[in-house]
């Protein structure tokens, strides 16, 4: 099965990408012309703002859910973002941390407000005046609206943090101390997660590759997806509020993202 990805960031050509089953981490970077300016590879994130981030050490994994299920792995909005090595993860993870809050349906109260409260110790975090308290209470708000968000993007929020912070703990512990060498020294827009904004996207199903098995109806919260057994099911774009979790589903590789009028 192939699956099509956006690789953006700190590639020489940031573009559609084919995913083959298979294929490693590594070989969709390369896809994607490999690291930009001659810099190395230093992290990347998988499935937009509330999917995956790895390290180097995941290169040569099989970018697919089974071999990544370890670190969390979501495919989501399809986005892959690749930093290189003169990017700050923190920064980059607080850019995450934001678009995920602007993206939730608002439908948990959990993901709601602990989104937004994530976003104000991160801005705590990044003008250094959040200490290793504060910073624990990052972690543990992370947490809880991972286990009781409803849906995968909710959920997603903890495993980019925890995954960032266990990799890269000297660039967390440097925005505590109230400096970061990496933020000081890179001068260049920094990267910004997601896509296409998100009221031009709507989350389809293919009905060529839809076998009808209802999986994703009886997921989705929004009660968004109909259709009979054996058949192609359907979303109603008024209901759907984007949230990815079907997507991550369907064994079939049936439902996409699409631009609206795009
Ligand atoms: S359904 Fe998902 S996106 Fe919506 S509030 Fe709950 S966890 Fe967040
Ligand atoms: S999970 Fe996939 S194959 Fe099953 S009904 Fe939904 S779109 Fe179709
Ligand atoms: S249709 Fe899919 S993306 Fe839309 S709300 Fe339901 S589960 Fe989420």
């Given at each position: 099965?192939?699956?099509?990805?956006?690789?953006?960031?700190?590639v020489c050509?940031?573009?559609?990408?084919?995913?083959?089953?298979?294929?490693?981490?590594?070989?969709?970077?390369?896809?994607?012309?490999?690291?930009?300016?001659?810099?190395?590879?230093?992290a990347v994130?998988?499935?937009?703002?509330?999917?995956?981030?790895?390290?180097?050490?995941?290169?040569?994994?099989?970018?697919?859910?089974?071999?990544?299920?370890?670190?969390?792995?979501?495919?989501?909005?399809?986005?892959?973002?690749?930093?290189?090595?003169?990017?700050?993860?923190?920064?980059?993870?607080?850019?995450?941390?934001?678009?995920?809050?602007?993206?939730?349906?608002?439908?948990?109260?959990?993901?709601?407000?602990?989104?937004?409260?994530?976003?104000?110790?991160?801005?705590?975090?990044?003008?250094?005046?959040?200490?290793?308290?504060?910073?624990?209470?990052?972690?543990?708000?992370?947490?809880?609206?991972?286990?009781?968000?409803?849906?995968?993007?909710?959920?997603?929020?903890?495993?980019?943090?925890?995954?960032?912070?266990?990799?890269?703990?000297?660039?967390?512990?440097?925005?505590?101390?109230?400096?970061?060498?990496?933020?000081?020294?890179?001068?260049?827009?920094?990267?910004?997660?997601?896509?296409?904004p998100y009221?031009?996207?709507?989350?389809?199903?293919?009905?060529?590759?839809?076998?009808?098995?209802?999986?994703?109806?009886?997921?989705?919260?929004?009660?968004?997806?109909?259709?009979?057994?054996?058949?192609?099911?359907?979303?109603?774009?008024?209901?759907?509020?984007?949230?990815?979790?079907?997507?991550?589903?369907?064994?079939?590789?049936?439902?996409?993202?699409?631009?609206?009028?795009?």
């Amino acid at each position: 099965m192939v699956k099509e990805y956006l690789v953006k960031g700190d590639v020489c050509v940031p573009g559609k990408v084919m995913v083959a089953d298979g294929m490693t981490i590594r070989q969709v970077i390369e896809a994607a012309g490999g690291m930009a300016d001659g810099k190395n590879f230093k992290a990347v994130q998988i499935g937009g703002p509330s999917g995956t981030l790895l390290c180097a050490d995941q290169l040569d994994l099989s970018l697919d859910a089974k071999t990544l299920a370890p670190f969390g792995f979501r495919r989501g909005d399809s986005v892959i973002t690749v930093l290189d090595e003169g990017r700050c993860i923190v920064d980059a993870v607080d850019r995450f941390m934001k678009q995920t809050q602007t993206d939730f349906c608002g439908k948990c109260v959990s993901c709601r407000e602990g989104t937004r409260r994530i976003t104000e110790l991160f801005d705590a975090l990044m003008n250094g005046s959040l200490n290793e308290d504060g910073f624990q209470l990052l972690l543990d708000i992370a947490e809880m609206v991972s286990v009781t968000g409803f849906c995968a993007l909710g959920k997603g929020v903890y495993d980019t943090l925890k995954n960032a912070y266990q990799f890269f703990p000297e660039e967390f512990h440097a925005h505590m101390g109230g400096s970061c060498a990496l933020c000081a020294a890179d001068t260049r827009p920094p990267v910004e997660p997601g896509n296409i904004p998100y009221d031009r996207r709507r989350i389809v199903i293919d009905p060529s590759l839809c076998r009808g098995c209802s999986r994703c109806a009886r997921s989705c919260h929004a009660e968004a997806i109909f259709g009979v057994i054996k058949s192609p099911f359907t979303i109603d774009q008024k209901k759907c509020v984007k949230c990815f979790t079907c997507m991550d589903l369907c064994a079939f590789g049936a439902i996409r993202e699409e631009e609206i009028d795009g």
